[in-house]
């Protein structure tokens, strides 16, 4: 039999807001459309979804620049709150010039803006949603178990969660959706130490299966569907509690940083 996945959307989910329980939405909304989760299903949701059900949404209009971020903003086109935003997020700055801003942030991802997004926010209480931006969640693994909890409540079948963002990537143009979180599901595949199919030892393989899932999500998802989660099936991934430890590069082997 030849392998092979099968991806779904999961559609018809109101605009979310602070406190909606967004694993017992997703399963009953699964359900809904007639592809109801199943036990060893991978379950890939959009960071800007679980970030609006725990409140990480600022609104614009309460920020006030600082220096700093009023100077890069003007001299770049910039709206200079969200630049505050953004360094306020931010760990260390990693760069700042050119119009880009990347930066480490409190949960160690290397990225632009600090993850801060101002797309697909919803539409704000005056203005359509302009003056809102959105921002990671502060513990994207905490946010993972917390949806496959409620999924195993709600649906009474085991998972694995992976939170998903879109990340721009060193050597490559275009962005990618890559895992920021994970509950259940091992990010991480590591075969060094095992034999490749022609006997050869295997030194340095480890594949991000996590990111590769998240990416594949993104397909079914988009950036303008109002898709806020995917299903993946058959794939057989091996179960961890490690979250997203495992895809985390320790800053002394960064190059980028």
């Known amino acids: 039999m030849h392998p092979s996945l099968t991806i779904t959307g999961i559609s018809g989910l109101p605009e979310l807001h602070d406190g909606d329980d967004l694993g017992g939405l997703l399963a009953r909304a699964a359900a809904a459309q007639g592809t109801p989760l199943a036990e060893g299903d991978v379950l890939v949701v ?6 609006k059900a725990e409140g990480r ?3 614009l209009r309460m920020v006030t620049p600082s220096a ?3 100077d890069f903003a003007a001299r770049w086109g910039k709206d200079p709150r969200a630049v505050e935003v ?18 480490e942030t409190r949960q160690g991802f290397v ?19 302009a003056e809102t931006v959105v921002l990671l ?17 709600e649906a009474g079948v085991r998972v694995g969660v992976i939170v998903s963002d879109t990340f721009g990537r060193p050597w490559r143009e275009g962005a990618l959706n890559v895992a920021i979180g994970a509950a259940g599901i091992a990010v991480a595949a590591d075969y060094r130490g095992q034999t ?20 594949a999500a993104e397909l079914v998802t988009g950036k303008r569907e109002r898709v806020p ?15 997203i430890a495992p895809l985390m590069r320790e800053r002394a082997r960064d190059l980028f940083r």
């Open 46 to 51: 959009a960071q800007k979804a679980v970030s």
């Open 57 to 59: 949404v600022t609104d």
């Open 68 to 70: 700093l971020a009023a």
């Open 86 to 103: 953004a360094l306020a997020e931010a760990a260390r700055v990693v760069r700042m010039e050119a119009g880009i801003l990347i930066t």
């Open 111 to 129: 990225c632009a803006n600090s993850g801060v997004d101002a797309s697909n926010v919803g539409r704000g209480p005056a203005d359509g949603g």
């Open 137 to 153: 969640p502060l513990d994207p693994d905490a946010s993972a178990r917390a949806i496959r909890d409620r999924v195993r409540e």
């Open 196 to 215: 490749d199919a022609d006997g050869r030892l295997m030194q340095t393989s480890v594949i991000a299966v996590g990111d590769e899932l998240a990416a």
């Open 229 to 243: 989660a995917a299903v993946v099936r058959g794939y057989p991934f091996a179960p961890s509690e490690d979250g």
